[in-house]
T-cell receptor, first 113, second 110 residues
Framework: GQQLNQSPQSMFIQEGEDVSMNCTSS?????WLWYKQDPGEGPVLLIA?????ELTSNGRLTAQFGITRKDSFLNISASIPSDVGIYFC?????????????FGTGTRLTIIP | NAGVTQTPKFQVLKTGQSMTLQCAQD?????MSWYRQDPGMGLRLIHY???????DQGEVPNGYNVSRSTTEDFPLRLLSAAPSQTSVYFC?????????FGPGTRLTVT
């Protein structure tokens, strides 16, 4: 099955740094979703994007729906320890009434003391 | 977790055993789904349901059965567990265009 290309796979940053990650696909999506997963927990939805070019913020998080509809970006500003976790993108396509959600392989964020 | 509960949280099975992973929601969501999460693979869709009495296969359905006799419950059955089914399983509901996940069941098959 199709997987989204999510990069980087992992990031090691210091507290206070800004973070950027992205997802790219060869397919067009109708919706982009960004999730965060803490150890032992299910993914939690952070931001949903519905239109090409859309830029949406949720606190220190900002995500954009690429204008080609084949990519999306997530930025985290001024990282704090609770930002540690795995971030997943997901692209949604609705085709003839059937919905398909495809997930990226995740970006693991670690904050170095 | 958007009102999605999953039981058990952890399970160890021997090869060939069967078991049912439970998923329940109390928000009357029509769309429910099951995913498995493996290292380096992201989440992959196993089965989904758009309402009571309606189920369909996802990307990786082999070895799993589902049924949806009520809106609230969407159990996932492993008929004869295999080591390849060692994974973390997530149930999800859909609200609008957004999916929300339960806390997961970590399954080990030895």
């Amino acid at each position: 099955g199709q997987q989204l290309n999510q990069s980087p796979q992992s990031m090691f940053i210091q507290e206070g740094e800004d973070v950027s990650m992205n997802c790219t696909s060869s397919s067009i999506f109708n919706t982009w979703l960004w999730y965060k997963q803490d150890p032992g927990e299910g993914p939690v939805l952070l931001i949903a994007l519905y239109k090409a070019g859309e830029l949406t913020s949720n606190g220190r998080l900002t995500a954009q729906f690429g204008i080609t509809r084949k990519d999306s970006f997530l930025n985290i500003s001024a990282s704090i320890p609770s930002d540690v976790g795995i971030y997943f993108c997901a692209g949604r396509i609705l085709n003839f009434g059937n919905e398909k959600l495809t997930f990226g392989t995740g970006t693991r964020l670690t904050i170095i003391p | 977790n958007a009102g999605v509960t999953q039981t058990p949280k952890f399970q160890v099975l021997k090869t060939g055993q069967s078991m049912t992973l439970q998923c329940a929601q109390d928000m009357n969501h029509e769309y429910m789904s099951w995913y498995r999460q493996d290292p380096g693979m992201g989440l992959r869709l196993i089965h989904y349901s758009v309402g009571a009495g309606i189920t369909d296969q996802g990307e990786v359905p082999n070895g799993y059965n589902v049924s949806r006799s009520t809106t609230e419950d969407f159990p996932l059955r492993l008929l004869s567990a295999a080591p390849s089914q060692t994974s973390v399983y997530f149930c999800a509901i859909r609200q609008g265009y957004e999916q929300y996940f339960g806390p997961g069941t970590r399954l080990t098959v030895t």
